[in-house]
């Protein structure tokens, strides 16, 4: 009995069976500040999802069917709550630009923004936040940019 047709699924990962191979590039950060263990960090996270919950082989060249790349655009902090006018959380908003090519069908190439926002106690420093937060902030940009790509909702 077949359940799907055309198509192979994981989860909610849909890919068709006549893609094999992906390409992920180093994820650049050009944000105005820049947290040098991001970029390294997320492109390597996202290459262990896309390995661990796909059949994709992972190649380098120019060839592979699905060539992904992203760029950190945004890392910034805002103040998101005060209390005894003090300020008592911060917010840690970052933005990655996604870019999606699809070699066997240009059709489906996108780019895409994806946002998230990490609050933290305003008594942490930034570096504080960073290393308290930084599993959180690799597994839900990862997750979020696999979602983009490869599920179809």
């Given at each position: 009995?077949?359940?799907?047709?055309?198509?192979?699924?994981?989860?909610?990962?849909?890919?068709?069976?006549?893609v094999k191979t992906v390409r992920i590039n180093f994820i650049e950060n050009k944000?105005?500040?820049?947290?040098?263990?991001?970029?390294?960090?997320?492109?390597?996270?996202l290459r262990q999802k896309v390995i661990s919950q796909t059949k994709l082989t992972q190649i380098q060249g120019?060839?592979?069917?699905?060539?992904?790349?992203?760029?950190?655009?945004?890392?910034s902090v805002t103040t998101t709550g005060i209390a005894d006018r003090q300020v008592a959380s911060n917010r840690l908003n970052i933005t990655v630009q996604i870019v999606f090519k699809n070699r066997l069908d240009e059709k489906k190439n996108f780019e895409a923004s994806v946002t998230r926002n990490f609050d933290f106690n305003a008594s942490l420093s930034l570096q504080q936040a960073e290393t308290q937060l930084n599993e959180t902030i690799l597994r839900n940009l990862s997750d979020e940019i696999f979602n983009r790509i490869f599920s179809n909702w």
């Open positions: 009995m077949t359940l799907f047709s055309g198509c192979y699924s994981f989860r909610d990962v849909s890919i068709p069976p006549e944000a105005r500040y820049v947290n040098p263990l991001l970029s390294p960090q997320l492109t390597d996270k120019e060839d592979a069917h699905y060539d992904i790349s992203g760029t950190i655009t945004d890392y």
